[in-house]
């Protein structure tokens, strides 16, 4: 065999051994791995908001947003936030929501890093990463949902959403809780390392394609005992 071929085959397994993971081909990285960006305060993501009118696009530039309470998209109608690569959201009190979506329709949020300053390591708080509520036609793409002590998506009473292209990672209860919805995508995504993967109630046409799904524990039930109720956890 040619030197240099051994070169790579010693290279390949000696990255095996080292545990590097396999990553979805389409999901959202980490933002953090461009470097550290410029520390700003939240309240720049939410006049970016406030200002931009339906069927426009926000764009959120490169920066690191931080505040004490999350950010509210409400009544709004073909609004697409559009996060520069190593946009990161970053919240306080993790009791709130990060991202709050409410009363909307045809809403697209794309790109960024959605967590808590500094997420609880159990299941003690109740504030998702993203809460969808009485919307329709949300679409989450290429993001990274990164951790909140509970939830990565919420939804409730709402229909025709979408998740695709993210990371959805280190939320203690589970990846997805969705109650009384109508419509719910996941495509090309990587749900891993979440106390459970999704409980849903009163909801229908769920539809998965292109997932990586992992480690996902199940915060109610011992790994890998069955148990009873709706949720579900691989």
């Not at 967590?115 to 993203?130: A, D, L, N």
């Not at 891993?192 to 909801?203: C, H, I, K, M, P």
């Amino acid at each position: 065999m040619p030197k240099a071929a051994l070169v790579a085959l010693y290279l390949c397994f000696s990255l095996i051994e080292q545990g590097c993971s396999i990553h979805h081909p389409h999901a959202a990285t980490d933002p953090r791995s461009a470097g550290d960006p410029i520390e700003r305060p939240l309240t720049e993501v939410r006049d970016i908001l406030r200002t931009a009118e339906g069927n426009q696009t926000a764009r959120i530039p490169r920066g690191r947003y931080v505040g004490d309470f999350g950010v509210k998209v409400s009544d709004r109608h073909g609004l697409t936030i559009e996060c520069e690569p190593g946009v990161e959201i970053l919240v306080r009190d993790t009791e709130s929501y990060v991202l709050l979506i409410e009363h909307c329709e045809k809403v697209t949020v794309s790109g960024g890093l959605w967590r808590h300053v500094v997420p609880q390591r159990g299941y003690t708080c109740h504030g998702p990463v993203v809460a969808i509520e009485d919307s329709q036609d949300i679409r989450i793409e290429d993001a990274v949902l990164d951790g909140c002590g509970a939830i990565g998506v919420s939804a409730a009473k709402s229909s025709d959403i979408a998740v695709e292209r993210c990371l959805v990672t280190h939320n203690t209860f589970t990846a997805f809780y969705l109650e009384s919805c109508d419509g719910f995508e996941i495509f090309d995504s990587i749900i891993r390392d979440n106390g459970g993967f999704l409980s849903a109630y009163r909801t229908s046409a769920l539809e998965m394609s292109g997932n990586v799904i992992g480690d996902n524990g199940g915060h109610f039930r011992t790994p890998g005992v069955p148990g009873p109720g709706t949720d579900f956890a691989p």
